[in-house]
């Protein structure tokens, strides 16, 4: 089991930026690979970024490469994702998830491959 609880969301005006934390608690941290997900009113949960176990490896979805990145101190139990340069659209609840098994690159961006999500944090940007 992995309880994932997220937090740093809130409102920002176009073009600022945002960094959210997921803080993991259970299962050993370095054992599962991390994402990101979000999901806006109304459309389907989208994926947004991976990272390996080790940190070493990441996939981003188009759309948020360049502004967005993931991290993870397996130290602290925790994953990031620094937001920069945001925009309207990229208002959403964001979520973190884990998944366990090895590192596939892109298939990370599956949401069928996480097995522990948390409770979201919302993110909102104004124009």
């Known amino acids: 089991q992995v309880q994932l609880v997220e937090s740093g969301g809130g409102s920002v005006q176009a073009g600022g930026s945002l960094r959210l934390s997921c803080a993991a608690s259970?299962?050993?941290?370095?054992?599962?690979?991390m994402g990101w997900f979000r999901q806006a009113p109304g459309k389907e949960r989208e994926f947004v970024t991976a990272?390996?176990?080790?940190?070493?490896?990441?996939v981003y979805a188009d759309s948020m490469k360049g502004r967005f990145t993931i991290s993870r101190d397996n130290a602290k139990n925790t994953v990031y994702l620094q937001m920069n340069s945001l925009k309207p659209e990229d208002t959403a609840v964001y979520y973190c998830?884990?998944?366990?098994?090895?590192?596939?690159?892109?298939?990370?961006?599956?949401?069928?491959?996480?097995?522990?999500w948390g409770q979201g944090t919302q993110v909102f940007v104004s124009s």
């Open positions: 998830a884990a998944g366990v098994g090895p590192w596939y690159g892109s298939r990370w961006s599956r949401i069928d491959l996480y097995t522990y």
């Open positions: 259970g299962r050993t941290f370095s054992s599962v690979a």
């Open positions: 990272i390996s176990r080790s940190g070493g490896s990441t």
